[in-house]
């Protein structure tokens, strides 16, 4: 076997090595010298060697969502969590399609507000012909307000209105309920009182206070009122 | 000149004199510090918890009724009753001899998250009955429910039926699935479940909701409103009471928000006769005493149809409706309802007085 063939021969991973120890090699030098440019930006073989490693794999390769503007697509071909952070990559992967959901419900949510936007503009300039000329500014900022509520209680009554409310409302609480989860083992880590543990505590309380409960209230004697 | 540019000269000339305008109400408005409201006398006779029960201090010979119990919402403050001297539907009451305890169910925090609403309406409501019937050796009270509170004086008064003398309602729903309720239609898809599973539902979330029932008037219109007003101090210091209680909102307990929200709006349970609270069956039926409705014709957040149905479903033979030509909160503020609803309480109270 020649040189050529080998070279040309050489594994993906090995290239993919290569390019990365170098990219590292490059980045130490840059942080090596005192006077050197910190803040550039990084050595190309790091995303070179992902971009072949991705492609081998059939997954997303470009990262800089230039091609995939939607988040939940960026993600969507990646490999399932792995390893011993698995259960948290899976909390920050939900939190991210959530988020992206969150957008779509968003400009979804956005969109009808134009609508009311348009019409309200509409019922302007068909009461200006009906009505002519107001008497003075705020007379047209008031109609203006009354058109656009007009419009909006339309809207706002209508079951497509209450759907795309819901569905913000219901993914945002989603989220909620993901970065709780973060946060609860952020505070593990830390030793610091959790909200399970917490929740946990008022509970005991609660239960405590339901058996501990006399069956009336402290009672004084009748005081009457006096007139002032 | 055009008609056009006639318009164009007159948009300059306004806008310049708003700008005068608006400048007068922003000197005025920095100059106004801290607005007081809840300024009627009162003691607090009665604590559990966060909840507070008050009486307020009489300023008139007694008009020798049964004590009556404010139960307010737990959604808002209750100092919109007694928003200012002159503002103030307590005060009005006062005046007229009555006897008046208020409930305050203050601002829930996690501690609470867990607390359900039969605890609210059979534990809490319920022990403040009994302090004031043992306070004043009596054995049925007054009871005034306002919005939410009235829907809770409605379940406490069907349950408990023998402790409360006369019932009213103000702006309070009853049946949470008619054609004009718009935080009924958006409550319906919200999965109330998921909403709660992280906790209690934040002041600033309810906020939001209501802002979004009117949003062009409630963050355009009124702030361009405050300029007209060309810094009259009295006039700024109650825009600015109400600002206040606009947006002093507690957080809700999320179970008790949660079981609200499902089995009045989503599942409208009072009506339906489908309620259950502590183990006990709520029956519309059973509330017997006397009722007097009082429902804002303009409302927007509770319309008049999510509270007129209540003489169709209560089993009192006394049964009155009060419309006042007013909105929600002007219920509780405006001159037009100071007029009346004071009056026609003490009136209705008094011609149904069981101490006679």
């Not at chain 1, 997954?59 to 969507?76: D, F, I, T, V």
Request: hydrophobic letters at 40%; a neutral charge.
């Amino acid at each position: 076997m020649s040189d050529s063939n080998t070279a040309s021969a050489e594994p993906a991973i090995l290239k993919a090595w290569d390019d990365y120890a170098a990219a590292c090699q490059a980045l130490f030098e840059r942080f090596s010298d005192p006077k050197g440019d910190r803040g550039g930006a990084m050595p190309p073989a790091f995303f070179g060697a992902f971009k072949d490693f991705a492609k081998n794999l059939g997954m997303p390769s470009e990262l800089s969502g230039a091609s995939h503007p939607k988040p939940e697509q960026m993600l969507a071909g990646f490999l399932p969590a792995l390893g011993c952070t698995r259960e948290y990559q899976e909390i920050v992967k939900r939190m991210l399609d959530l988020a992206a959901e969150f957008q779509r419900c968003c400009a979804e949510f956005m969109e009808q507000g134009s609508d009311i936007g348009r019409q309200a503009m509409e019922a302007m300039r068909q009461s200006a012909q009906e009505e002519g000329v107001l008497s003075s500014t705020a007379a047209y900022y008031d109609a203006w307000i009354d058109k656009a509520e007009q419009a909006y209680a339309q809207a706002a009554h209508g079951e497509p209105f209450a759907v795309r409310l819901a569905q913000l409302c219901n993914v945002m609480s989603a989220f909620k309920v993901e970065r709780g989860k973060l946060l609860e083992a952020l505070a593990r880590q830390l030793d610091w009182p959790s909200r399970a543990e917490v929740d946990s505590l008022h509970r005991q309380v609660r239960e405590l206070s339901l058996a501990a409960r006399p069956t009336k209230p402290t009672t004084r004697k009748p005081r009457k009122a006096r007139v002032k | 000149m055009t008609a056009a540019a006639d318009l164009f000269a007159r948009f300059l000339q306004d806008t310049d004199a708003m700008r005068e305008r608006g400048q007068a109400a922003l000197r005025a408005l920095r100059g106004l510090g801290e607005v007081r409201v809840g300024t009627s006398e009162k003691t607090r006779v009665y604590a559990e918890h966060k909840v507070q029960l008050y009486r307020y201090a009489p300023l008139a010979r007694s008009a020798r009724l049964p004590p009556l119990l404010i139960c307010y919402a737990m959604v808002n403050r209750p100092y919109m009753l007694d928003l200012q001297p002159d503002r103030s539907l307590i005060r009005e009451l006062l005046f007229l001899g009555i006897d008046v305890y208020l409930i305050d169910w203050g601002y829930p925090d996690g501690a609470d998250r867990f607390t359900p609403l039969d605890e609210y309406i059979c534990g809490y409501l319920g022990r403040c009955v009994e302090f004031i019937l043992e306070q004043n050796g009596i054995r049925a009270l007054n009871l005034l429910g306002v919005c939410q509170g009235g829907t809770m004086s409605l379940c406490y008064t069907a349950l408990e039926p023998e402790r409360i003398a006369n019932l009213i309602t103000m702006v309070s729903p009853v049946d949470f699935k008619t054609p004009e309720n718009l935080l009924s239609k958006w409550a319906q898809h919200i999965d109330v479940d998921l909403l709660t599973q992280s906790g209690n539902v934040s002041g600033e979330f309810l906020n939001l909701v209501y802002l979004a029932l009117m949003p062009f008037r409630l963050t355009q219109q009124k702030y361009v409103n405050l300029v007209q007003m060309q810094g009259d101090r009295a006039q700024l210091e109650n825009f600015m009471r109400m600002e206040k209680w606009i947006f002093d909102s507690p957080d809700q307990p999320a179970r008790a928000f949660r079981e609200f929200l499902q089995w009045f709006y989503q599942e409208n349970r009072l009506v339906r006769d489908a309620l259950t609270l502590d183990a006990r069956p709520v029956r519309l039926k059973s509330v017997t005493c006397p009722v007097l409705n009082i429902y804002a014709a303009n409302d927007h957040l509770v319309p008049p149809s999510a509270s007129i149905p209540l003489g169709a479903h209560v089993g009192s033979a006394d049964y009155e409706a009060l419309q006042v030509d007013v909105g929600h909160i002007g219920m509780y503020v405006s001159g037009k309802a100071r007029k009346s609803v004071p009056a026609n309480i003490a009136r209705w109270l008094g011609e149904r007085n069981p101490l006679r």
